[in-house]
């Protein structure tokens, strides 16, 4: 199962990062990647800096229990299959989304740019579809290889998506969008649909 995770990481890394990046840059000039927001030590550098401990601590769980360094929590088949099955829904969910955000789509945030406030497609249902897509996957593979690094790591990266929304996203859209964005916020929801909306 170990080797699977592996995989499955392999293939979200190419498709959601590689082949996504590839396009924006072709249509955009940019690769979409803005890098790490804040001074050190502040929100939002801790939520970047913390989504990528968050991956490197998830690819090092698999690692760790193909070299038989830690145990799986769960051996049932059963469970296994189903975190391919989550994961590879995440997957495809994730690269849905990238579509539908279009040329706004990015990793991170630079202030002195203004980014459409895409609203339609699955955006009209969820605010922050890549995300929501990212922790599904991110789920399945901790039950594909169910050990105490999995979890810490998919903890972590929930942890660190919800600071990154709060703390780094929400306010520059805020900024750059105004009273669109607050409508926003009131009528979609965070993650799940109808969850998580806010007032004007």
């Known amino acids: ?7 499955l990481f392999g293939v979200f890394a190419a498709v959601g990062f590689g ?6 840059r072709r249509r955009t000039g940019s690769t979409g990647f803005k890098g790490v ?37 769960l051996t049932a088949t059963g469970i296994h299959v189903a975190g391919i099955v989550i994961a590879t829904a995440g997957i495809a969910a994730t690269v849905y989304a990238q579509l539908d955000m279009g040329d706004a789509w990015r990793i991170g945030v630079d202030a002195s740019e203004r980014t459409p406030l895409v ?10 579809p890549i995300f929501s897509a990212m922790i599904v996957f991110a789920f399945g593979i901790m039950l594909v290889t169910p050990n105490v690094v999995a979890v810490a790591g998919f903890a972590i990266l929930v942890f660190t998506i919800e600071l990154q929304v709060r703390a780094v996203e929400e306010p520059y859209l ?18 799940v649909p109808g969850v998580g909306t806010a007032t004007r």
């Open 1 to 7: 199962m170990s080797v699977v995770a592996l995989a």
């Open 19 to 24: 082949w996504r990046s590839w396009v924006q």
């Open 37 to 73: 927001s804040g001074r050190p030590g502040s929100l939002e550098w801790f939520a970047g800096v913390g989504f990528l401990v968050a991956i490197a601590v998830a690819v090092a769980a698999p690692a760790l229990q193909w070299a038989g360094l830690v145990a799986p929590l």
């Open 119 to 128: 609203r339609t497609g699955v955006f009209a249902r969820v605010r922050n």
């Open 174 to 191: 805020r900024a750059v969008h105004g009273a669109d964005y607050r409508d926003y916020l009131a009528g979609v929801g965070r993650f």
